[in-house]
């Protein structure tokens, strides 16, 4: 069993920064950041393997987003800046083992207004 405890969400004004963070318990291939604004279906915002060798990020947020992934603490850090209202989701955590299966975050709100 996987779980995933995030933590970094809050309001932050347009062309601000934010970093979200996600600790998993167990053993990991992938980790992921997924976001879901209101009326809107979950999307891909990043996912990074293990070790940090290949990532992988929606066209919307490249350049201003980047995944990175601590090994020794099971953790994986979205850094976000540039922020746009339309970032504005709750984002989750997704990790996948080696057999993949997928466990998800309990989510974290992500507001970017003036």
């Known amino acids: 069993q996987v779980q995933l405890v995030e933590s970094g969400g809050g309001l932050v004004q347009p062309g601000g920064s934010l970093r979200l963070s996600c600790a998993a318990s167990?053993?990991?291939?992938?980790l992921g950041w997924y976001r879901q604004a209101p009326g809107k279906q979950r999307e891909l915002v990043a996912v990074?393997?293990?070790?940090?060798?290949?990532?992988t990020y929606a066209d919307s947020v490249k350049g201003r987003f980047t995944i990175s992934r601590d090994n020794a603490k099971n953790t994986v850090y979205l850094q976000m800046n540039s922020l746009k209202p339309e970032d504005t989701a709750v984002y989750y955590c997704?990790?996948?083992?080696?057999?993949?299966?997928?466990?998800w975050g309990q989510g974290t709100q992500v507001t970017v207004s003036s």
């Open positions: 997704r990790a996948r083992t080696s057999g993949g299966t997928s466990y």
């Open positions: 167990g053993s990991i291939f992938s």
């Open positions: 990074i393997t293990s070790g940090g060798s290949t990532t």
